[in-house]
């Protein structure tokens, strides 16, 4: 019983650290969404200001600010917003400066070109994930993967085209979730020698049923916006891609003439709810992506679509 009692009271200790950090920033560290009652020396609060960086600059990451509401979009349509280390940190920093800007409310994640993102660069990425070592180690940043740590502000995503594995996964961490009807959805790096290591294993799980998901992770088939919208995925499907955007802004609008420390407190408490569970899991992603970069049957994955041939796996 004494041993009850002293868990309940830590449970109790730890949403109200995590609830007062939010209602007084300036005092505390914001609480590690891994573990609720440890202070993360690379999550410091402190006021930031989210600067824009224009389309027309040629950057990976575009920011645009319309009063209280952020538009972020992944800038990499010749390679179809596949994210490589350089957006995936830049979106990183984003996330943090607009999540410690007291000036902005609300944001929204979205793709440039014809596909919202067709996931992880593998290339580009390969040395991260074959060391087994998480993507992100810089200070002043969220993982746009949520794995320790996630925003304290609404995130909206906006899904269009081809949005496939790690897209599928970011999109997965937004709060709420707008596709235009020409989405197709896809987890399959199952049918490529690896496995989906951000997050999916988890937040699909979650959001869509054990079923609905492993229907889709197991077999590397794709889906698309009725299919989501029926596993509860998404929340709307707009009939373009620009009146998906629109309608985010409209939602958007709407957050952000809501109370700021209420919306605070009401993600809190709802990931309070949730992230002690997922912890365990999200913290051996990483690792679990590692083994599987360093296997034969990750190579012949990526020599038969080199290729552009049926892969042949032995399990090694």
């Not at 992880?120 to 993982?143: H, L, W, Y």
Request: aromatic fraction near 6%; hydrophobic fraction near 40%; glycine fraction near 8%.
């Amino acid at each position: 019983m004494k041993d009850k009692e002293t868990t309940d009271r830590r449970s109790v200790l730890k949403g109200a650290m995590l609830l007062a950090s939010l209602l007084a920033p300036s005092a505390f560290a914001t609480v590690s969404g891994a573990d609720l009652g440890t202070f993360d020396d690379n999550s410091t609060t402190i006021s930031t200001t989210l600067t824009e960086v224009p389309f027309g600059t040629g950057a990976t990451l575009t920011i645009e600010r319309r009063g209280a509401i952020a538009l972020l979009g992944i800038n990499r349509p010749a390679n179809q917003n596949r994210v490589d280390p350089e957006t995936f940190t830049a979106l990183a920093r984003a996330y943090y400066d607009y999540d410690n800007d007291p000036s902005l409310r609300a944001a929204i994640l979205f793709g440039h070109g014809d596909n919202f993102s067709r996931g992880v660069d593998v290339d580009a990425f390969e040395a991260i994930a074959r060391s087994g070592k998480p993507a992100m180690t810089a200070k002043n940043v969220i993982d746009p993967l949520a794995k320790t740590r996630h925003l304290t502000k609404p995130l909206i995503a906006v899904v269009h085209g081809d949005t496939w594995n790690m897209g599928h996964e970011m999109h997965l961490v937004a709060d709420i979730r707008i596709a235009a009807a020409d989405v197709r959805f896809g987890q399959d790096e199952n049918t490529h020698g690896r496995f989906p290591g951000g997050g999916s294993t988890v937040r699909f799980v979650r959001e869509a049923g054990w079923g609905n998901a492993m229907k889709y992770i197991l077999t590397g088939d794709h889906w698309g916006a009725d299919e989501a919208y029926r596993m509860g995925v998404i929340q709307e499907v707009a009939p373009t891609r620009q009146a998906a955007l629109e309608r985010a802004i409209e939602i958007a609008t709407r957050i952000a003439a809501c109370a700021p420390l209420s919306i605070k407190t009401s993600l809190a408490s709802a990931h309070l709810a949730i992230d002690s569970t997922e912890a365990l899991s999200l913290s051996q992603l990483d690792a679990q992506r590692g083994v599987l970069y360093r296997t034969q049957d990750f190579r012949e994955g990526r020599k038969a679509e080199s290729e552009n041939r049926s892969p042949i796996y032995h399990a090694q």
